[in-house]
Nanobody, 122 residues
Framework: QVRLVESGGGSVQDGASLRLSCAAS????????MGWFRQAPGKEREFVAL????????LYADSVKGRFTISRDNPSNMLYLQMNSLKSEDAAVYYC???????????????WGQGTQVTVAS
């Protein structure tokens, strides 16, 4: 069982930056893909970004491309999401997740964190 714990959410002004962190309880495998998803009230969970743990290839949702950056630190099993130029529409609960395939489909992700709230005030 993999445990994921997010941190770093908060309340910021429009245009500000935040960095989310996700700590994994064990070292990801060679095929592991880790992703960030978000869910706003009344909306479905949506893909934000993913990274292949070994190799580092990344994918972003169009809505965050150029503003958000996903990264990982291998020795510490940490996943990050640097969010710049935040907009009100970025406000949501952000989740990190673990999958064994390179996909943006949240249904394929096997393990999830508890989520961290991001609020953006305009």
């Amino acid at each position: 069982q993999v445990r994921l714990v997010e941190s770093g959410g908060g309340s910021v002004q429009d245009g500000a930056s935040l960095r989310l962190s996700c700590a994994a309880s064990q070292r990801p495998y060679s095929r592991t893909v880790m992703g960030w998803f978000r869910q706003a009230p009344g909306k479905e969970r949506e893909f934000v970004a993913l990274i292949r743990w070994h190799g580092g290839s990344q994918l972003y949702a169009d809505s965050v491309k150029g503003r958000f950056t996903i990264s990982r630190d291998n020795p510490s099993n940490m996943l990050y999401l640097q969010m710049n130029s935040l907009k009100s529409e970025d406000a949501a609960v952000y989740y990190c997740a673990w999958a064994s395939e390179y996909t943006t489909n949240h249904l394929a992700y096997e393990y999830w964190g508890q989520g961290t709230q991001v609020t953006v005030a305009s």
